[in-house]
């Protein structure tokens, strides 16, 4: 198992485009979450899956995010009509439960231009 | 409405001395905390985590420390070492549930 994998690791879009980023979690994992990063500030959650079901929402999430994860396995994290605001790290993460700890992936980097 | 803060954005210390890193909670209902390590262009790594039953748990060179009265963490690492050099991020679990971050703390250990 080689961790938690997300694609692109970069990705420049202009603005108004729509973007999709997939993030493959640990196999044995259940829960898969979504985090933004912008820089000098923590991750900040957006939302999480448990199996294929999305459990929780960030009320902060724009309406433009949406997320799935069928089957339960990977999850993809679409960005419909890019603004510049937009432009953060956007990480994933997996745990069997939080308190044992996320492991994170390495993260895809959005820049709006 | 930051509920978990870490109002040190940088510290710096040297080699083999003790570095200490700070935070703050607001919401009296998180129950358990974590430490997270990030090195640039990595996702955050797991370090250390402390139940609210507890007031310590110690790893090796890193202790954490919680004050349920204060609503504070601390993060010991001792021996500093120059690897140790990374942005660390406490967080903070309600329920088992999605984690809040704080803003991170710099640390850069001289040689």
């Known amino acids: 198992d080689t961790g938690v994998s997300q694609n692109p690791r970069h990705k420049i879009t202009k603005r108004g485009q729509n973007v999709t980023f997939r993030c493959d979690p640990i196999s044995e994992h259940n829960r898969l979450y979504w985090y933004r990063q912008t820089l000098g500030q923590g991750p900040e959650f957006l939302t999480y899956f448990q199996n294929e079901a999305q459990l929780e929402k960030s009320r902060l999430l724009s309406d433009r995010f949406s997320a799935e994860r069928p089957k339960g396995s990977f999850s993809t994290l679409e960005i419909q009509r890019t603004e510049q605001g937009d432009s953060a790290m956007y990480l994933c993460?997996?745990?069997?439960?939080?308190?044992?700890?996320?492991?994170f992936g390495s993260g895809t980097r959005l820049t709006v231009v | 409405d930051q509920q978990v803060k870490q109002n040190s954005p940088s510290l710096s210390v040297q080699e083999g001395r003790i570095s200490i890193l700070n935070c703050d909670y607001t919401n009296s209902m998180f129950d358990y905390f974590l430490w997270y390590k990030k090195y640039p262009a990595e996702g955050p790594t797991f370090l250390i985590s402390?139940?609210?039953?507890?007031d310590k748990n110690e790893d090796g060179r890193f202790t954490v420390f919680l004050n349920k009265s204060a609503k504070h963490l601390s993060l010991h690492i001792v021996p500093s070492q120059p690897g140790d050099s990374a942005v660390y991020f406490c967080?903070?679990?309600?329920?088992?549930?999605?984690?809040?971050f704080g803003g991170g703390t710099r640390l850069m250990v001289k040689p």
């Open positions: 967080a903070a679990s309600e329920a088992g549930n999605m984690l809040t």
């Open positions: 402390i139940s609210s039953i507890k």
């Open positions: 993460a997996s745990s069997l439960l939080a308190i044992y700890g996320y492991t």
